[in-house]
């Protein structure tokens, strides 16, 4: 009877145990991990200029709080992909990999982007794009705000460091955040 072979220990750099400061039965509960708490919830989205409501949004924190994962669905033509007869539906995956925040967004008409960054002394999270998408670098930064969230939204020519700001979008709350 062949037996299975024992599944190879973790190198000591790969174990949480390893991780001055992390309890192994919690590895994402460092300051630093939660720095996106202040997103968790259901949201209604407003473009903070006209103040219409332009998405909704469900943002938890999963396993452990090591993932944040966020769902957006777009209402009416905001950020449809011309001739597209279907709202823009999306969502992202983020993860504090021990120095950098990196998010994963993908959607149903524009495609992906990754964005890296890091939560900012003013406690925002700001995130730049990794590889220029379709020809673009972006830059979110995320504030908590009295009415919930702000997050401003600013892209460039590929390279070009030169940034211009798109419209803002402003979170209200519709219902408490959820941790899992």
């Known amino acids: 009877m062949a037996h299975a ?4 220990a973790l190198p000591s750099t790969l174990s949480a145990t390893a991780t001055p400061g992390l ?30 409501q332009v998405a909704t949004d469900h943002v938890d924190a999963l396993y452990g709080h090591c993932v944040i994962r966020q769902q957006m669905r777009f209402v009416g033509q905001t950020y449809r992909h011309p001739g597209t007869p279907f709202p823009l539906a999306g969502m992202s995956i983020s993860r504090f990999d021990g120095q950098h925040w990196v998010q994963l967004w993908a959607d149903n008409q524009w495609g992906a982007i990754i964005l890296s960054g890091k939560a900012r002394a003013d406690g925002a999270v700001e995130l730049d794009s990794v590889i220029p998408s379709r020809g673009r670098d972006m830059r979110l930064v995320w504030h908590a705000v009295p009415e919930g969230v702000r997050i401003e939204q ?11 700001t798109y419209p803002a979008l402003l979170y209200r709350r519709l219902k408490p955040a959820k941790f899992k």
């Open 23 to 52: 309890d192994p039965a919690r590895p994402c509960d460092s300051p630093a991990h939660h720095a996106f708490d202040f997103w968790l919830g259901d949201w209604a989205v407003y473009d903070a200029q006209s103040d219409r």
């Open 154 to 164: 600013a892209g460039a020519v590929a390279g070009s460091g030169t940034y211009e």
């Open 5 to 8: 072979a024992a599944a190879p």
